[in-house]
């Protein structure tokens, strides 16, 4: 087996596989671990980080239990926490506190607006809206005429653009913040020897090939060869898993591949400036600008003082020893190229950039009680954030959004200077010392990462990660951050994903799958998402992993309107996403390809995940199962749901359920009742019509379909016969439910006696509203019937789905 280090991704996998005897290489392309985690020492200062920084909360934290493993102590970020930052404005005057909480709460208010806009359309429209052009429209309504108001709700959209690296009006205003909901809990902490430690940590006796730099990779369904470049030779491994960074990989596809990629920075056509820069001298070039932040400040120069010329050095080195090849220095040529639906994914999956510019001093000059320090720049992303990194003399400028590319194009020293002028300007009576060393990083010119992290730009989902994860002919593995969707952009998302795909490999090579492995997963009615432990299953007997694709640049462009779900036949929708496509063989041996709803996956009784929800089990048996089955309620195939009544044979859609029978419902406990069909309910409600049924607390499945768990769905009513969003209409839309009843009540006609003064005339037209009063009138006795029965049943078994049993 084979692994491109992308440090954690690739430490982590290996590690898990070389503890348990399997044997396995990694290739670095550097002559150092660590990829984006890069820790220096300098002038007797250790643990300086130029990438990666923080652990992002601690609470079952892969990184912080290495720290722990090895002793590492961890140093807490107090930013968020208390009041230890103080914003400044553009000439260094601190911000009044007040006018900071306003400027704040004002961005927050704009956010929630700008959210709920994107509810006006259609998923298939919002999903392809700016976060950041939907921002600027609040931001200049509300700052049109107060340059000074307009820099603090900058300073705001800063930090956002900090945590995703990309401008702001590259992010998906849908679900750019998708992650939020996953995200760990507990404090924020510092490594105080620097995160490369870790990596050095997890390293110890692994077989670990520096300065190997990747020219090829070539995969069969036997295996996988690769080829370095100034080597001749082929290596031949089992399997391969790709860690390299997104950027690496969009680099690659976007020179060997000849999809349309799409450019994320836009420019002004006159003088090159990258809209939405929301400066106050936006509409000036480039150059302008950068004048501007050099003559705000006293003409005090700074010395030169770089260090960090060492890892340059060693990459033009790199470069220089493997200049006999055709390919792009740092890119990877994949034979036979990457199918469509994985190079789409990559070429669209945004991937944001975050610079530092490091001073090392001799002493601390500034005051310790303070943590970070924000500057109201006039050019948003422009040094707003400074990190105090006391007890060491060691202060880090960030650098994020749009104005970050553009100051790579700078010199080091120019960058330097510019930053050095801004701690004059904030620390205006303080003596500041000459720093003896200083450090401007540039990610995205690093041949090796090409950027910091990935971010979700217009048109891409959450589930896009997943996509980026699946394997290519069972032989090529993928992980990264930009792999896992419920912590991208982290370092733990990293060694999660790299564990991951080291489960898929033991998997696969052990032929079985172990149970501690398989989830099924719940949307709660309070947004949260509920797991249910599968304690009966076979899993070398029963559990399959399908082969899971993603759609292809046509599929795409359907992917929320004509693309449906193999299930349910709905489309996709922001709520209900598709989990990718399901790939398999049909009875004459051709591949098949299925895009199937995530929430009708976990409601079919055989189908289960893994924890994050992308490896799949089981999908395409569902599907064979539901081609064969009718929906009770639409009559339409795909129902894999079944009445959990003992030995009935109906089957239902999820959405069907939903709209005809109201299910899933909810009692104030949180949890479902299971799921009957329409006779089989009214029986149990005359039978126990002071308690309906009572909630089931494991899953537990009938031959048919429903598995009995504690779940929610919080999803819009769609019903299945007309495509109406509106609520349930029985007498339009539920003729075929209603004739099952009304079988059932010709050949058991005294079930009905006890309901039928609920049925005339007078009391059916008590419970409509006035709306429909002449409406109702003027159906036959047997229309009126119908609609009497079903709303008495619906109204019944609401009522009693609400009852607490501890109030009777």
Known sequence: MIFMIIWLASNSAARRLYDIGIPVTVFEARKRVGGRALSVRTHEVSGIDLGSTWIHGIEDNPIFEICEEFDLKVVADTHGQDKSEVLYDMDGTPIDSELDSVGLMTHQKHQTEVEQSARLFSDAQAVYMS??????????????????????????????????????????????????????????????????????????????????????????????????????????????IVTVPLGVLKASVKQFCTLPHVNHVNYHEENKVPYNMNSDIHSEPVEMQWEKILNIAPQTWLHQTFSDTAEVDETEKIRAENNATSTPFGCIRFDPPLPEWKAVA??????????????????????????????????????????????????????????????????????????????????????????????????????????????LPPGMVGRDYDILS??????????????????????????????????????????????????????????????????????????????????????????????????????????????????FKDSLGHYRRWAVHEDCCYYSPEVCSNNEGSRWYNICKAVRRGATQNCALCNNLGATIGCSFSKCNKNFHLTCARSHLDWPNYSRQGTSSPLFCIEHRSILLLKN?????????????????????QNDVNANK????????KQFDPINNAQMALEALLSYTQKNPEWLQPLLPACDDESFTNHENDNNENETKSLSPQSRLRSSLIKLLVRAEQKAAHEDPHDN
């Open 131 to 240: 976060f950041g052009k939907c921002m600027d429209a609040k931001l200049k309504e509300a700052t049109e005429s107060d340059p000074k108001k307009r820099r603090i709700l900058n300073w705001h959209m800063a930090n956002i653009e900090y945590s995703t690296g990309a401008d702001a009006s590259h992010l998906c205003l849908p679900t750019w913040d998708q992650d939020d909901l996953t995200a760990l809990q507990g404090a924020h902490v510092m490594i105080d020897e620097g995160y490369q430690r870790v990596v050095e940590f997890q390293a110890q006796n692994l077989d670990i090939r520096l300065g190997c730099v990747i020219h090829s990779i070539s995969y069969t369904e036997q295996g996988v060869n690769l080829q370095f470049l100034g080597d001749e030779r082929s290596y031949h491994f089992d399997y391969c």
């Open 346 to 455: 990559i070429d669209r999956m945004g991937f944001g950039l975050i610079n530092k510019v490091v001073f090392v001093f001799p002493k601390i000059f500034w005051d310790t009680k303070k943590r970070q320090l924000g500057w109201a720049s006039p050019v948003r992303g422009m040094f707003s954030q400074a990190i105090l990194l006391h007890p060491k003399p060691v202060i880090i400028f960030l650098l994020s959004g749009t104005i970050c590319i553009q100051l790579e194009k700078k010199l080091k020293a120019e960058v330097a200077q510019s930053a050095f002028k801004v701690l004059q300007l904030i620390f205006k009576n303080e003596d500041i010392p000459q720093p003896v060393a200083t450090y401007v990083t540039q990610w995205n010119s690093d041949p090796f990462s090409r950027g910091s992290y990935s971010y």
């Open 470 to 583: 699946y394997p290519v002919q069972d032989r090529l593995l993928f992980a990264g951050e930009h792999t896992m969707r419920p912590y991208p952009s982290t370092t733990h998302g990293a060694c999660l994903s790299g564990r991951r795909e080291a489960d898929r490999i033991i998997d696969w090579v052990a032929g079985k799958l172990e149970k501690e492995k398989v989830q099924k997963w719940f949307h709660g009615s309070e947004g949260d998402w509920y797991s249910v432990d599968l304690n009966d299953i076979d899993c070398q007997a029963i559990y399959h992993e399908d082969i899971m694709e993603g759609p292809t640049l046509r599929e795409r462009e359907g992917w929320f309107s004509f693309i449906k779900c193999a299930l349910c036949g709905m489309s996709q929708t922001l709520d209900r996403p598709f989990c990718g496509c399901a790939k």
């Open 689 to 709: 019509k002071n308690n309906f049924v009572s909630p089931p607390e494991l899953s537990q499945s009938n031959e048919n379909g429903y598995s009995k768990a």
């Open 718 to 725: 769609v019903c299945p016969t007309c495509g109406s969003n």
